[in-house]
Structures are given as structure tokens and as C-alpha cells.
């Protein structure tokens, strides 16, 4: 399975932007690029996805190396409810079925 | 956006009982529903697919005789944890895209299992 490495733990202040990487260096063509995070207790939320060209939403940006071996999810402005585990996934296409193959993600700390 | 339900959120089962979790995509058809299992500090890790009208498919090493999945309609999907052990405990969470080829799943709120 494509697997993704991010660090274990990130702290950032509220109101200043976060950079969270990701490594994904066995990525294949198709495979989509995606954020979920999650919070204590709760199912994992969608944030963002993309291919190969950044990608801007309401929630985040995500910024993809042109290698596609990389990419970051950015926080323009954190809040303390932005504190939460945040994954990065490769959709993978597995014997025909699109599949998201989860990481260990990054802990997420916001202080006031 | 979508919504998907999961109940009950919480159980606890006697050892050697079968306890089992509906989840439901409440505003739209779901032929397809994914189930995690996550311990305690550590991330999903993908079970099953549930496809409506046909057999589950399980990822490697999850016994399908264990953990029986029915996907009966297109907005109910079941799992049950057959003679549950205390090793079993965890925390069971579903997803569905809203199509087949939607980029987004959503995702249950979850399903916390306790086997004393």
C-alpha cells in the first residue's frame, strides 16, 4: 500500500498560519493526495484533496511539490478548534475499489 | 454535507458475545461503506468494504468469520463482532462516499466497543 510519513507532533499559536508536511515519495499517477483530521472522540472530517496543482478551500490550502513526492497542508490562521489529528492519505485504486490507507498523522496543538 | 449516522456510539458486551453496529448514510445512497477499527492513540486502519447487493471484501489479516459485515440496503450497513473478546475493544468508525467516485467520504461519528 502507498504509505505517507508525517511528523508526530506539531504546536503552532492561535492566529498564525501552520505548515503541515507530508512525505508520500511511492505515490503513483493516479494517486489523489487527501487531508482528514480528526478530533478526540469523533470520526475523521474531510479537509482537502488534489492531484498534482495546489489547491485553495475554505478550510486549508494544499501546496504539492512538483514531484508529487511531497506536499503541506496549510492553516492560514489557526484556531484552538483547528486542534486535532491531521492525516494525510493516499486514494489509492485497490483491485478496483478507491481506497484511503491511512498514516499515523500529526498531533496538532494550538495554544491561545 | 453528508451525514453519516452509527449506532449505538458506545457498548459494552460480556466476553464470548456478539454485539452488533449499524451504520447509515442518512441524505444520500451509499453502494459503498468502508469499516475502520482504531485503538487508543493509533490511526485507522481499514477492515472492510461493504458493497450493497454482494459480499464484503476484507483487507488482509481481519478475519471475515469474526467480523461479519451486511450491507442490506443502500443506506444500511452492519457490522457485527462475533464472540467478542476483551481484545476486540476499540473504536469502530464507518465512512461512504456520496458516489462511487467521490473524492470525499464522510465519515460516522463512531462506535466505541468495550468486551469485559
Known amino acids: 500500500d502507498a504509505k505517507t510519513t508525517q511528523p508526530n507532533s506539531m504546536e503552532s499559536n492561535e492566529e498564525e498560519p501552520v505548515h503541515l508536511p507530508c512525505n508520500h515519495s511511492?505515490?503513483?499517477?493516479?494517486?489523489?493526495i487527501h487531508w482528514y483530521r480528526q478530533l478526540p472522540s469523533q470520526g475523521p472530517e474531510y479537509v482537502i484533496h488534489g492531484l498534482t496543482s495546489n489547491v485553495n478551500n475554505r478550510m486549508a490550502s494544499l501546496a504539492i511539490a512538483e514531484d508529487r513526492k511531497s506536499s503541506t497542508l496549510i492553516l492560514h490562521r489557526a484556531t484552538l478548534r483547528d486542534a486535532a489529528v491531521y492525516y494525510c492519505i493516499l486514494r489509492v485504486l485497490i483491485q478496483g475499489a478507491q481506497k484511503l490507507v491511512f498514516g499515523q498523522g500529526t498531533r496538532l496543538t494550538i495554544n491561545p | 454535507g453528508a451525514v453519516v449516522s452509527q449506532h449505538p456510539s458506545w457498548v459494552i458486551c460480556k466476553s464470548g458475545t456478539s454485539v452488533k453496529i449499524e451504520c447509515r448514510s442518512l441524505d444520500f445512497q451509499a453502494t459503498t461503506m468502508f469499516w475502520y477499527r482504531q485503538f487508543p492513540k493509533q490511526s485507522l486502519m481499514l477492515m472492510a468494504t461493504s458493497n450493497e447487493g454482494s459480499k464484503a471484501t476484507y483487507e488482509q489479516g481481519v478475519e471475515k468469520d469474526k467480523f461479519l459485515i451486511n450491507h442490506a440496503s443502500l443506506t444500511l450497513s452492519t457490522l457485527t463482532v462475533t464472540s467478542a473478546h476483551p481484545e476486540d475493544s476499540s473504536f469502530y468508525i464507518c465512512?461512504?462516499?456520496?458516489?462511487?467516485?467521490?473524492?470525499?467520504?464522510?465519515f460516522g461519528p463512531g462506535t466505541r466497543l468495550t468486551v469485559t
Open positions: 465512512s461512504a462516499p456520496r458516489h462511487h467516485q467521490s473524492y470525499e467520504q464522510y
Open positions: 511511492t505515490i503513483s499517477g493516479t494517486d489523489y
